[in-house]
């Protein structure tokens, strides 16, 4: 089979930039739905769903056959339990700890994937990449003041070693199987058509949701129009982004410039601070320079 035609670096690095912000846009929406009586498991079901609907429309207008071959449908599905490991990991992570820890530490899915990459032979990190990513990470610590050093701490209890620990582990869990899930689509799935591939993988997703919910008896939905705006919203978002993305990376190459992605909670940051009245400080101020210092130096070296 043919690789997809690479897209020019500069054009790919922008989409990416796009995409996190559109994923950051889905996390306030979320937020928003959440504050109006949604929960957890109504969204990813409904976001899930909205994104397969909307490829399954794509791919009628452009008549592309719903078929895969046998082994491959098998990967497919088995990448799309990752992102429905994911996404129920980093849930459970914002659960219990901080969401800015939690986003940190799931940020950590870039380093995996590189290393992933590099240990089973296949695309190695460039020097850059090796460079970066940690600087990135270290300016997205500032950015969400990880330390409490912009403002004094809350007030709240003090939360116990044993939950931190879970709430790290989940977050760690979410980046690992998130790494996979990329490095196995570019690896697995790069010559499938990238809205076919993710139509499999948003069913796989909205069925594990379901199936959760089930288990759990509840789905809650909003209780106000703010929250039905909010819930339409981010599954708007969720499904453009998440669609854009899997299509992107086998024309692009996931190792060296998933760190891209690390520009997701720098956005977050500031809609939060326009949409949710979140105050930013002068040090989230600048780990969010520090971010986007570490995306330039990525994107600008050889490829």
Do not use: K
């Not at 054009?11 to 928003?32: K, Q, T």
């Not at 909010?230 to 299509?247: C, D, G, P």
């Not at 930013?280 to 780990?287: L, N, P, S």
Request: charged residues 10%.
């Amino acid at each position: 089979m043919n690789s997809p035609t690479p897209l020019p670096r500069w054009l790919g690095v922008s989409l990416l930039l796009l995409i996190a912000a559109s994923f950051a846009s889905n996390h306030v929406a979320a937020r928003l739905a959440f504050d109006h009586g949604a929960n957890v498991a109504t969204a990813v079901a409904v976001r899930s769903m909205g994104a397969a609907l909307f490829v399954l429309v794509l791919l009628a207008r452009a008549r592309v056959p719903l078929r895969m071959p046998a082994s491959t449908l098998r990967r497919a599905l088995g990448i799309g339990l990752l992102v429905a490991i994911q996404s129920l990991c980093l849930y459970s992570a914002v659960a219990r700890i901080p969401v800015a820890l939690a986003l940190l530490a799931f940020n950590t899915f870039p380093l995996m994937l590189g290393l992933m990459s590099w240990a089973a032979g296949g695309e190695q990190p460039s020097r850059r990449a090796f460079v970066a990513m940690p600087i990135a990470l270290a300016g997205l610590a500032a950015a969400l003041d990880v330390a409490g050093l912009a403002r004094p701490p809350a007030g709240t209890a003090t939360l116990a070693p044993a939950s931190m620990g879970v709430g790290v582990a989940f977050a760690l869990g979410g980046a690992a199987s998130f790494a996979s899930a990329l490095y196995l689509t570019t690896r697995w799935l790069g010559s499938t058509d990238g809205r076919l591939r993710t139509l499999v993988l948003m069913l796989v997703v909205t069925t594990v949701a379901i199936g959760t919910g089930a288990l759990r008896g509840r789905f809650d939905w909003p209780a106000d129009g703010i929250g039905w705006a909010a819930l339409a919203a981010l599954t708007v978002l969720y499904a453009s982004a998440i669609t854009a993305l899997f299509v992107l990376l086998p024309r692009l190459g996931a190792v060296n410039n998933a760190a891209v992605m690390n520009f997701e909670p720098i956005a977050a940051l500031f809609l939060g601070w326009v949409v949710l009245d979140q105050q930013v400080a002068a040090i989230q101020i600048a780990g969010a320079l520090v971010v986007i210092g570490a995306i330039v130096m990525l994107t600008t070296g050889r490829r």
